[in-house]
């Protein structure tokens, strides 16, 4: 009994004894194991071995130690030795994607996600790294970069005949001699079956077909008509459109109630006001057609759509000299032309035959080195060097290069272009991320 009690005794020593091993293999400290499985990862890489590489390394990153951003960069390195097996693409971009998302993450990341991003082409996910970069770093290593490559764009495959200057959601596209509606991107929105259209304004916009004039919605059903004389319209805005009636323009509601005042020509309304010639002179009138500037000019600088007047600016023409007004005041230098400016940004203005750019008190921007220029739109301006078409940033860099016929302003991330064939659309790759300019 004694000697079975004995070997018990020895029996549980032993087990206490193994027990105490396996715990103190155990509580082998993470960062021990981490390391441990660097070293072997670090022999197999030596031989160019990474498949078996890899899981060791992984093993490391999944601990939380102080290894672990060692263990995740070699983890990098080897996933990058993989990269055209299946699936270990995904698991370097998911790694990079869990180190920008810490707080204390340092920029070398975001370049390095960048960096892969733009080797494979994947321009917009490379600016999204170099975004939250910027944001969380302030590095100006990203910013540089980023500058370098927001401004990529991607060419529409739909394609008009013509295209007007984008307002809002919406532009006018013109294909086979008629008029339609298309989103900002170029997708068709109404097809092509109009005489005539005005633009698109809260849901509604003034079209002609067949000698008619009604008003469409956004799903192209006819919501009002025009009844009486009327034989033109321009475009619409701000609940106006102007009405041609027996030689006379008149300002009209969306649902054709008849506003007072006739006009021998009349802009399209842009901030409340619009461009409005009056027994031979141009002045600028308000929605009530009360005299914003009274009617004693040559012209009144308008753009495409009709519009002359934002950020309470406006250009007005007295014989061939043009003159930037601000809050009914002169302002600024004298001109030999000038575009409108847009609700942001600065405006195009020629002087000694080339075209600059100004604010609103009048104070240069951007030099006068350019052949022809629109006013800016969403940070970027369309330029003309020679006899094609680009975009300069709103620090004078070409960002776009001149290659196009025309070109349109920026709205919504997208702008109209005219190649050799057609009019398209190009989108900047950033807005289309979703995060905008």
């Known amino acids: 009994m004694k000697k079975y009690s004995r070997i018990l005794i020895s029996a549980g020593c032993f087990a206490l004894l193994m027990i105490s091993w396996i715990i103190a293999i155990s509580t082998k400290s993470t960062a021990e194991r981490q390391l441990d499985l660097i070293q072997k990862a670090s022999v197999l890489t030596e031989d160019n071995i990474y498949i078996y590489a890899a899981p060791l390394l992984e093993e490391?990153?999944?601990?939380?130690?102080?290894?672990?951003?060692?263990?995740?960069?070699?983890?990098?390195?080897?996933?990058?030795?993989?990269?055209?097996?299946?699936?270990?693409?995904?698991?370097?971009?998911?790694?990079?994607?869990?180190?920008?998302?810490?707080?204390d993450a340092q920029f070398a990341v975001f370049k390095e996600a960048s960096d892969y991003y733009l080797s494979i082409s994947q321009i917009k996910d490379a600016l999204s790294a170099l975004k939250a970069g910027i944001e969380k770093t302030g590095n100006e290593e990203l910013i540089e970069q980023y500058e370098k490559n927001r401004y990529a764009y991607e060419m529409s495959r739909t394609s008009y005949d013509y295209v007007s200057e984008i307002f809002g959601p919406t532009v006018q596209v013109r294909s086979n001699g008629l008029w339609g509606f298309a989103n900002a991107d170029g997708t068709a929105l109404i097809e092509c079956e109009y005489e005539k259209i005005s633009t698109f304004s809260v849901d509604r916009a003034i079209v002609k077909k067949k000698g008619e004039i009604y008003a469409i919605d956004s799903n192209n059903n006819r919501i009002a008509k025009?009844?009486?004389?009327?034989?033109?319209?321009?475009?619409?805005?701000?609940?106006?459109?102007?009405?041609?009636?027996e030689g006379s323009w008149c300002r009209a509601t969306g649902r054709f109630e008849l506003g007072t005042g006739a006009f021998e020509q009349l802009g399209m309304y842009s901030e409340g006001y619009a461009a409005a010639k009056y027994e031979g002179k141009w002045g600028v009138i308000d929605m009530e057609a009360n005299w914003l500037i009274p009617a004693e000019y040559d012209g009144i600088m308008q753009d495409e759509l009709g519009r002359c007047y934002a950020q309470r600016a406006l250009f007005a023409r007295r014989n061939s000299e043009v003159y930037l007004i601000v809050g009914g005041k002169q302002a600024?230098?004298?001109?030999?032309?000038?575009?409108?400016?847009?609700?942001?940004?600065?405006?195009?203005?020629?002087?000694?035959?080339?075209?600059g750019f100004i604010d609103t008190s009048g104070t240069e921007k951007i030099g006068f080195i350019f052949d022809d220029a629109l006013s800016f739109g969403q940070h970027l301006a369309a330029v003309r060097v020679g006899e094609l078409w680009g975009y300069i940033s709103i620090s004078g860099q070409v960002v776009i290069e001149p290659v196009f016929l025309e070109a349109k302003s920026f709205s919504n991330g997208t702008a109209p272009v005219r190649t050799e064939s057609c009019w398209q659309f190009i989108t900047l790759l950033e807005y289309k991320k979703g995060k905008g300019l």
């Open 332 to 355: 600024g230098c004298v001109y030999e032309d000038a575009r409108p400016f847009s609700n942001e940004g600065y405006a195009a203005v020629k002087k000694n035959g080339k075209w």
């Open 226 to 245: 025009l009844h009486g004389k009327a034989t033109d319209f321009g475009n619409y805005s701000d609940n106006r459109v102007p009405i041609l009636i």
């Open 60 to 103: 490391a990153a999944g601990y939380n130690a102080s290894h672990t951003l060692m263990a995740e960069e070699a983890l990098k390195q080897v996933y990058l030795k993989l990269i055209y097996n299946r699936g270990f693409g995904q698991k370097y971009t998911e790694l990079l994607e869990k180190q920008m998302k810490r707080e």
